[in-house]
């Protein structure tokens, strides 16, 4: 399967799980976990209609940020977090 298909069927089951349990279509979303990911591979996503990214790794997480500002990217940090990097994290994540 390709990236599309994959996100197609993940927003089907979505879509199904919202109708099952009458859930309003505005309080459930997709987080993509982009950890490890490339640049390219998150770019990808975010074209076919993803824009909510999860990260654990804060320095790949701000240099993935970097390279693809021009995308409109909800960032979300997810993880546990270090005392010392709450400052970053609260700058640039949702």
């Known amino acids: 399967m390709n990236l599309k298909n994959n996100l197609q069927i993940i927003s089907n089951k979505i879509i199904d799980a919202k109708l099952e349990f009458n859930r309003p279509n505005d309080n459930i979303n997709l987080l993509a976990v ?13 074209n076919l209609g993803q824009i909510d990214f ?31 990097k709450t400052k970053l994290i609260c700058q640039n994540f949702n």
């Open 34 to 46: 982009s950890k490890t990911r490339s640049d390219d591979e998150v770019r990808r996503l975010y």
């Open 54 to 84: 999860g990260e654990s790794y804060l320095q790949e997480a701000l240099d993935k940020q970097q390279q693809l500002k021009d995308c409109d990217i909800n960032w979300h940090f997810i993880g546990p977090i270090q005392s010392n």
